[in-house]
């Protein structure tokens, strides 16, 4: 029982740790990378579809994005798209292939971005932090009904802040490098 409780809550610390690294990847930085497109819907074929099911995403430069359609009806549908995304970026087609220069990010507009990471990273930690309540309260219910001895319950739970300190440290860690990333001029 302990063993599936301890299974449980690390795998929710994971998911947590994970949606935080996606989250962090489509934040933009001064340099190109296809992560920034991730979010962006195309209305194509009668549906909404991700980018990447109707174009390819490259970065062949450190300041340009590109993205070869897959068909030529839909290019103007992929800009209309990113620039309804609001990303502050300028698609230009030409033929099935649409470059998007990635502009220098100024000073007050790094430091919101930055922002904006603390808050999705803050946001991460309490997931974790919800996480570790919930098996706290099962292994505290587990006690109460006598399945598992005081012994065990305090040693899982020492097991329990053991993840949630290594889940919270990831998470600080993929922010001090994105934090590091986005004040590089």
Known sequence: MIDEILKQT?????????????????????????????????????????????????????????????????VGEIV??????????????????????????NEERRKELVKHCKHLAEEGKVAIRNVRRDANDHLKKALKDHKLAEDAEKEAMEKVQKFTDDFIHQIDDMLAKKEKEMMEV
């Not at 990847?25 to 579809?49: F, I, N, P, Q, W």
């Not at 990113?82 to 099935?96: E, H, S, V």
């Open 80 to 105: 209309k798209a990113i620039q309804k995304a609001d990303l502050g970026l300028n698609p230009q087609a030409d033929g099935t292939l649409i470059r998007i220069p990635i502009p220098a990010l």
């Open 10 to 74: 690390k795998e929710k610390m994971h998911k947590s740790v994970e949606a935080i690294h996606r989250e962090l990847a489509t934040v933009r930085t001064g340099k190109a990378s296809t992560h920034l497109l991730d979010t962006v819907r195309v209305e194509a074929y009668g549906s909404v579809m991700p980018l990447n099911q109707v174009g390819t995403v490259s970065a062949p430069e450190a300041r340009l994005l590109t993205i070869q359609a897959f068909d030529k009806t839909v």
